[in-house]
């Protein structure tokens, strides 16, 4: 059991330092001239993501993107065509972070939880079994 823990800890502690690193990441700094000559052509808006393809915005904003922006780029369109063929289902909540964690560190009884607490939220039970799942995985890999 203190093998679990010791485990389960240190995966926390990976997961919110990797996450906490966007925050402090390197940004242009407000006196940058590449951030200062921005001209009206230049900037995006809603349509032009869903719109143009990556080369496209790449030639608009005259200049290369980087892997994680074109990556980003790809995934906000994704979400957007998602979000455009199903408009009664809403984004991912927060609900889902909670339903995945209580069933992650409080297993079973976590999900019971999820039930009495999140009753017509299908998503929020789902993540609750999902974090069961995830967290018996690991107490089983531990054991072996």
Same mark, same amino acid.
């Given at each position: ?6 485990? +389960?800890? %240190?995966? /926390? ?11 402090? !990441?390197?940004? &242009? ?23 143009? !393809? ?5 030639? *608009? ?6 892997? =994680?922006? =074109?990556?980003?780029? =790809?995934?906000? *369109? ?10 009664? *289902? &809403? ?14 560190? /409080?297993? %079973? ?5 999820? #039930? ?6 299908? !998503?929020?039970? =789902? ?9 018996? +995985?690991? #107490? ?5």
């Amino acid at each position: 059991m203190k093998k679990f823990f010791t485990s +389960l800890f %240190l995966g /926390l502690g990976l997961l919110l330092a990797t996450s906490s690193y966007a925050g402090i !990441s390197n940004l &242009p700094a407000a006196n940058d001239a590449a951030v200062a000559n921005v001209t009206e052509d230049a900037k995006l808006g809603i349509d032009d993501l869903r719109n143009l !393809s990556v080369k496209e915005i790449e030639a *608009k904003i005259g200049h290369d993107l980087t892997w =994680k922006q =074109k990556l980003a780029i =790809k995934v906000l *369109k994704s979400k957007a065509t998602k979000a455009e063929r199903h408009p009664e *289902k &809403p984004a991912t909540s927060t609900n889902n972070i909670i339903g995945f964690l209580l069933g992650l560190l /409080l297993s %079973l009884i976590g999900v019971l939880i999820t #039930y009495v607490a999140f009753q017509g939220e299908r !998503s929020t039970i =789902k993540a609750a079994w999902i974090g069961f799942a995830v967290g018996l +995985l690991l #107490y089983i890999l531990v054991l072996v």
